[in-house]
């Protein structure tokens, strides 16, 4: 199988960055965009392709940058347009590129749009967004909000409700609307002619909402978020998007990736298959969901790793049989911390590469989230009041009003919180971790003096150095971006797979649990090992004994 020379981001690894806390440079406390700049070299030293960006325009900051008041500037935050102007061609000359995040399921209450939209039924603006009269003196229907509550809210001034799937302030778009769709495309335009080089684009599969907007069916003991049943994957979702790509996207050289909550692999196919025209790859959400509980995302549960790895072997079937293109990702800024979800944190380092081994040789483009790359682990705040973020704080609320005591509530935050992610990066072991020389805006994860770059950098064996090389791999072997995957059949807690391409293969394994385990011998005679967690290779003619979260990739040549 060849690779097209346009589908560089198959063979890229991207890095995330969530600029507020990645770097401040001014001292206000807050990561900025000249911070990034500076970082480049840190970067490319790491050895990634491409950096997305979360929301870096101008916002009211309701929903940390996903309530966009203004596309086209660059929030004062973070710096100015000829500050974004320098950090991007900077990485250019790296060879780095850089994609933006795409937020037009909705926009923010402050955008001009809104003020307009909100001011009479016949305000050109108004259509804008989506309008519905009340029903039986309350609103147009049952679903509700994924941060909470209602997902509609009753405007005075036109006497109507707008839908707003996610806060209040955060208002969805009406995409059957053509004047929306042209704002859109003149928004990627503008973007994308100042040279980026594509887009995630924010929960992307909500844009075409099912006529009708009748209720949701109400789901038993699910009082948290639970908005999706009438809206994902709507109806003319795929016509938008083939749109956007005809009318912007195919006219430069891009890379996209879709946030697609609530999409079975089958569904994803739509958005991918080489000859959909639409979108690259999608972020899907089942591994996601496996420790859900009665409140969502909010639950005190842990996965297992049998249904693990049920659901990225389904998406690695059933995209490679659609001749579609998976993302990895093991966590993000919605996201907790990797090795405290996935992992184990008193096995931090060694968790930390079983996870990187058993992502980065999936078949896909492998994303990596800002100090993942060190081993970051959850914040665990130990106070309401240390929480930034909107969705956390009204967690804890409805938490307390369905009779959860404060300490569960808060141990359910310590596990499963956005904010777990959201600490600043953890440079050195000066004085806040020399993120900002002033107060950072939220706190950092106190184990910054024990967890942080500087001390991965000159450390042999560090989380880092073993993920430079699983990039490095990736770069210099094929069979990791064209291989076929398939599973292999082992004990519960122990992951294994192989990739498959007419001229290499490589078998990888990894151990997900705290046991010893045993791994049948699978002919790994001619095999080398070509990156390994532990310093020796327990290995006999029948079979390989695996340490706790120890992982291997072996690799032979087959012509
Ligand atoms: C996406 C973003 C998340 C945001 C939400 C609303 O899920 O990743 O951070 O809160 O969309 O824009
Ligand atoms: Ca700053």
């Not at 950092?444 to 073993?466: E, G, M």
């Amino acid at each position: 199988m060849m690779m097209n020379s346009d589908e560089w981001w198959k063979k890229s690894v991207v890095y995330q960055i969530y600029p507020k806390s990645f770097n401040d440079t001014n001292g206000d406390g807050i990561g900025d965009l000249n911070g990034i700049t500076e970082k480049l070299d840190y970067l490319q030293k790491l050895g990634v392709d491409v950096l997305w960006l979360n929301p870096i325009y101008e916002s009211p900051g309701i929903d940390n940058g996903y309530d966009i008041s203004n596309y086209y500037g660059i929030n004062p935050e973070f710096g100015s347009m000829d500050d974004f102007e320098r950090l991007l061609s900077s990485a250019h000359r790296k060879g780095i590129k850089i994609i933006l995040d795409l937020v037009v399921n909705h926009t923010s209450s402050q955008h001009p749009w809104f003020k307009e939209a909100v001011k009479s039924r016949d305000n050109k603006y108004h259509d804008y967004y989506i309008w519905k009269p009340g029903r039986n003196g309350g609103a147009p229907n049952n679903w509700g909000s994924s941060f909470g509550g209602s997902a509609w809210k009753y405007v005075e001034s036109v006497g109507e409700y707008y839908l707003h799937l996610f806060a209040e302030e955060q208002p969805d778009l009406n995409w059957e609307n053509p004047a929306v769709v042209e704002e859109v495309e003149k928004i990627m335009d503008f973007w994308l002619s100042k040279g980026v080089d594509g887009f995630r684009m924010d929960v992307i599969n909500l844009i075409s909402k099912y006529p009708g907007y009748k209720d949701g069916p109400k789901k038993k003991g699910v009082q948290y978020g639970d908005y999706y049943d009438g809206v994902a994957n709507g109806p003319h979702v795929h016509e938008y998007i083939k749109k956007l790509n005809s009318d912007v996207l195919s006219k430069y050289d891009t890379m996209t990736v879709g946030e697609t909550p609530h999409t079975t692999p089958n569904e994803a196919a739509q958005y991918v298959k080489s000859d959909a025209h639409e979108l690259n790859m999608v972020f899907q959400f089942d591994h996601m969901h496996l420790d859900y509980g009665k409140y969502g995302r909010y639950s005190g549960n842990r996965y297992n790793v049998k249904d693990l790895k049920r659901v990225m072997t389904k998406w690695q079937y059933v995209l490679d049989q659609n001749s579609g293109w998976n993302s990895l990702y093991w966590s993000n800024h919605d996201q907790p911390r990797a090795v405290s979800r996935f992992g184990n944190e008193k096995y931090r380092v060694a968790s930390a590469k079983c996870l990187g081994v058993l992502l980065h040789m999936q078949k896909g483009t492998p994303f990596i989230y800002q100090g993942e790359e060190i081993g970051m682990v959850n914040a665990k705040f130990n106070d309401i009041s240390d929480y930034n973020d909107v969705d956390a704080k009204n967690a804890y609320h409805v938490l307390l009003s369905n009779g959860e005591s404060k300490q569960e509530a808060l141990k359910i935050l310590q596990m499963k919180s956005r904010d777990n992610a959201r600490t600043p990066m953890q440079w050195n072991a000066s004085e806040n971790s020399g993120f900002t020389p002033g107060k950072p805006w939220l706190q950092l994860n106190k184990n910054y003096t024990s967890i942080n770059v500087d001390k991965d950098l000159h450390s042999k064996d560090s989380v880092f150095q073993f993920y430079q090389q699983l990039i490095r791999l990736r770069h210099e072997l094929d069979v990791i971006t064209v291989g076929k995957y398939q599973l292999i059949d082992t004990d519960d807690d122990i992951f294994a797979f192989e990739r498959i391409s007419s001229t290499e293969r490589l078998v990888v394994v990894g151990n997900l649990s705290t046991r010893k385990g045993v791994f049948e011998k699978h002919n790994l005679e001619k095999y080398t090992p070509l990156l390994h967690n532990y310093d020796n290779v327990l290995l006999n003619s029948e079979r390989l004994v695996l340490r706790p979260f120890e992982a291997l990739i072996f690799y032979k040549k087959v012509k």
